[in-house]
């Protein structure tokens, strides 16, 4: 495992979830961490908890705003965590303000980090850029249409970039979870037990599992780029099929 003892990672999302957890595993392997979400009073609490971090309160659909946050920083680590989803209607029963909401934070603002934090890295010529995906852009479900369509595209823009932006030093990295259980799904269907019949006599993975693994990849020697980690809880055989016990 590499040190992060003097890097600084900003990580998107950071006021829960893979997120937090994330910044939580970089933090406590001694990096810097820059925070960011939009409710600046959990990021407050989160870096309260760590050993280095600081608040940079942001909403990513807002291009300037992404970019002037950053702007004169040296970044070493950026993990692109920001994200949601609004419902499982079938894609012609859809709100159309949910799927602009969706698209702008999962796909534009993922392009919006990658604007604002990856020239900087090109030109000290090495870091790591990490999007966190989902099985979801690798598979569709019933009722996923648009979000699945955010994280096809979030998988496109890491393709992309590996062609646009390769062999100058910076690695890139696609971290796919599963079934996470975190906020998120009750964010998404804005019912407490509806949520948690999501997860029913299932184990699906935690935020701490997902961080894990980004904490992976950031740590390898130099030379190594871990691409895509793909990770399934080991009763979800796809985005539809999950083992639950009787």
């Known amino acids: 495992m590499e040190s992060l003892k003097g890097k600084t990672a900003w990580v998107t999302g950071a006021s829960a979830g893979i997120g937090a957890a994330t910044a939580r595993a970089l933090g406590q392997q001694g990096a810097h961490v820059l925070l960011s979400a939009r409710r600046e009073d959990r990021l407050e609490e989160l870096a309260a908890e760590l050993p280095s971090a600081e608040v940079l309160a942001l909403d990513v659909c ?21 994200g949601l989803a609004r419902g499982l209607d079938m894609l012609q029963d859809g709100d159309p303000t949910d799927w602009a909401v969706t698209l702008d934070t999962n796909l534009k603002g993922v392009l ?25 852009g690798r598979q569709v479900y019933p009722g996923g249409n648009v979000y699945c369509a955010s994280k096809y595209g979030v998988r496109a823009v890491y393709e992309a970039l590996r062609m646009d932006a390769g062999g100058k030093g910076v690695r890139y990295t ?73």
């Open 174 to 246: 696609t971290v796919d979870p599963g079934m996470v259980e975190t906020d998120f799904t009750l964010t998404r269907l804005g019912d407490p037990e509806a949520a948690a019949k999501v997860y029913e006599n299932m184990h699906p993975l935690s935020a701490e599992d997902v961080a894990d693994a980004v904490l992976f990849a950031v740590t390898r020697p130099k030379h190594v780029n871990i691409g895509e980690i793909v990770l399934w809880p080991t009763c979800q055989a796809s985005t539809r099929d999950v083992t639950r016990d009787s």
């Open 62 to 82: 807002d291009a300037a705003q992404v970019k002037a946050a950053v702007a004169d920083r040296s970044l070493d680590i950026v993990v692109a965590c920001a």
């Open 112 to 136: 919006h980090v990658v604007h604002a934090a990856l020239p900087g890295l090109i030109r000290q010529g090495h870091g790591d850029l990490v999007f966190l995906g989902s099985v979801a």
